[in-house]
């Protein structure tokens, strides 16, 4: 089978590989789709600590079973999968107390394991083992499907800081995954959802498809100022940092309305994670920070039912479909910012 085999910074190429065969408890199946991330240009220009090469990289993954390995039940071949990208290990505190996000022994797709840039894959038993393998509902494509783990992280974020019904919510970042969380806040009951970043034509990329209330091009106008404008100087009651800035962070403290909540969702570089916070702006505003850190497998699946019922279409988001001979194409159309979201298709 070809595969795209990642060998060290910007070394990425697609390659023949023995095919696998499913162990007893795991799966096989025939990679459809494997959507790309920021993550994946990440790995491709700097490499990853957690990812020790040469490794197949990608993790927003759905595919077709197509081989049941000894002990596997529930499962029959055909069966349409999407699989889960960050791999709890089911036994820890954070598991057991319902944390799944935050298990302290996470693996993941693409890291550990195999990943989806490619044309089969097996879905380890560690994945099987914490019910990592959702069905993609009728109605819904592969490619669609791979997006769900993306979604998955966006409800997780969006449950920690609560949005519902009449909230105002501030998104920061018009990244792929700023898009979903504009769709995702309105599901869940925004009664308005402003967008903003500092690269004006990704900003005007996203806004045509997700059509916030307002749009904010941060390079051309005071964010605080104009957001100010927009809330009659109240401030959004909840704002997502969907972008690796700890600027944004700052600023999301400092507009946030009292007793709102900030999701600080990006992470931030690892050689520049500090931030300065106005504890007093904390304390007197009764202001709630929360950090948020991937999906578990019950996001994941709730993301799939979201888009099936159109509460959060995705379709339209997936701006770019590339086969797996050009996966680099995938790489630099995600770094480029003339794509919203670019699909992989083995």
Not at 60 to 70: H, P, T
Not at 217 to 243: C, H, N, W
Request: aromatic share 4%; proline share 6%; charged share 20%.
């Amino acid at each position: 089978m070809k595969a795209a085999l990642y060998s060290g910074p910007q070394d990425l190429q697609v390659i023949e590989v023995e095919t696998p065969t499913p162990k007893a408890g795991e799966l096989l199946i025939r990679v459809k789709a494997c959507a790309t991330c920021g993550t994946d240009a990440k790995i491709f220009n700097h490499g990853h600590p957690r990812l020790k090469p040469p490794m197949i990289i990608g993790h927003e993954i759905a595919g077709e079973i197509v081989g049941i390995g000894a002990g596997v039940e529930g499962f029959t071949t055909g069966d349409r999968v999407q699989v889960i990208a960050a791999i709890p290990c089911g036994q820890c505190w954070a598991c057991k107390a319902g944390k799944m996000q935050i298990c302290i022994n996470q693996l993941s797709m693409g890291y550990q394991f195999p990943g989806g840039f490619a044309e089969y894959m097996i879905i380890p038993n560690q994945v099987v083992r914490v019910n990592g393998v959702n069905r993609i509902p009728a109605g819904l494509s592969f490619e669609e499907a791979a997006a769900a783990e993306p979604l998955a992280c966006a409800l997780n974020a969006q449950e920690l800081v609560r949005v519902s019904d009449g909230d105002v919510v501030l998104v920061m970042g018009a990244g792929p995954i700023g898009c979903m969380h504009v769709r995702l806040a309105r599901a869940l009951g925004a009664s308005k959802v402003f967008l903003a970043d500092i690269n004006a034509g990704r900003l005007q990329l996203s806004a045509h498809a997700v059509k916030p209330d307002a749009a904010i091009d941060m390079s051309a106008v005071d964010i605080e100022a104009e957001i100010a404008r927009l809330t009659d100087g109240a401030g959004p009651s909840v704002i997502i940092t969907a972008a690796p800035s700890g600027a944004a962070q700052e600023q999301a403290i400092r507009m946030v309305k009292p007793g709102g909540r900030v999701s600080f969702f990006g992470g931030l570089p690892k050689d520049k994670p500090i931030i300065s916070v106005d504890s007093n702006l904390v304390h007197y505003k009764e202001l709630i920070l929360a950090g948020a850190n991937g999906s578990s497998p019950e996001h994941n699946r709730r993301a799939l039912e979201l888009m099936a019922s159109g509460r959060v279409p995705v379709a339209d988001l997936l701006t770019h479909k590339v086969p797996l001979s050009d996966v680099q194409r995938a790489i630099e159309l995600v770094l480029s910012g003339e794509a919203i979201k670019v699909v992989v298709v083995p």
